[in-house]
Nanobody
Framework: QVQLVESGGGLVQPGGSLTLSCAAS????????MGWYRQAPGKQRELVAR???????YYAASVKGRFTISRDNAKNTVSLQMNSLKPEDTAVYYC????????WGQGTQVTVSS
């Protein structure tokens, strides 16, 4: 059974930082394209960042230069370091593992507000 468990969300002031973590079980993440998505109220889920098994990365334009995705294949985890957070980053953040089948975590809430 595949499980992706996100952690690290919370309330942070604008300009602050948070690190999200995704712990995977039932899969070997080195074999997967790993990504972070987010969904704000009333909006569609969108890709934030992803990392391929080759180590290449992709970032949405809205987060480029502020967010960093990384994977630890030994620990089977993926992280998202988020700096210079803005109110528009407020959303539920989801971990995703994709190959022939796509797996999702349950999500973690990130709220950026003063």
């Amino acid at each position: 059974q595949v499980q992706l468990v996100e952690s690290g969300g919370g309330l942070v002031q604008p300009g602050g930082s948070l690190t999200l973590s995704c712990a995977a079980s039932g899969i070997i993440i080195s074999e997967y394209l790993m990504g972070w998505y987010r969904q704000a109220p009333g909006k569609q889920r969108e890709l934030v960042a992803r990392t391929a098994s080759t180590g290449s990365t992709y970032y949405a334009a809205s987060v480029k230069g502020r967010f960093t995705i990384s994977r630890d294949n030994a620990k089977n985890t993926v992280s998202l370091q988020m700096n210079s957070l803005k109110p528009e980053d407020t959303a539920v953040y989801y971990c995703n593992a994709a190959r022939t089948v796509s797996h999702w975590g349950q999500g973690t809430q990130v709220t950026v507000s003063s």
